[in-house]
């Protein structure tokens, strides 16, 4: 994981043995598994870590990779709710698209807390509180 102009991103590198299809390129489950991790980092981050699973996810993908590409995910959070949040996603190797992806991400609330969002400026700002 790293800042990729200002926001964070998540990549990996495209060694030999990822690229087992029959075209020599890198199997499409692990660009999904990617845009799942990246996405996933991206809700994380704007919730506060407060834990979450992965409800639905759809992958688009444009182009192959091969041996040697380093690959990247950028996620953007698109809009949260009480329980669910949803973001976007582009992967891309260098300044080509390799794949987008969409999901929906559900909020794990404490069985007895609370937990209330509020949008204040364009950031999410979540107030936990648990029982004593």
Known sequence: MRDVDGDRAIGLFVADYHCKDYHGALHGGAVMTLADIGLGFG????IAGVPC?????QTQFVASTRE???IICRPKVVRT???LV???GLITTGDTAVASAEGIWKVLLPR???LRLSNMTGSVRFDVSFPR
Request: no cysteine; hydrophobic share 35%.
């Open 43 to 46: 809700v994380s981050r704007a």
């Open 53 to 57: 699973v992965t409800v639905s996810q």
């Open 68 to 70: 040697g590409d380093f």
């Open 81 to 83: 709710s009480k329980h």
């Open 86 to 88: 949803f973001v976007r």
């Open 112 to 114: 007895s807390g609370k």
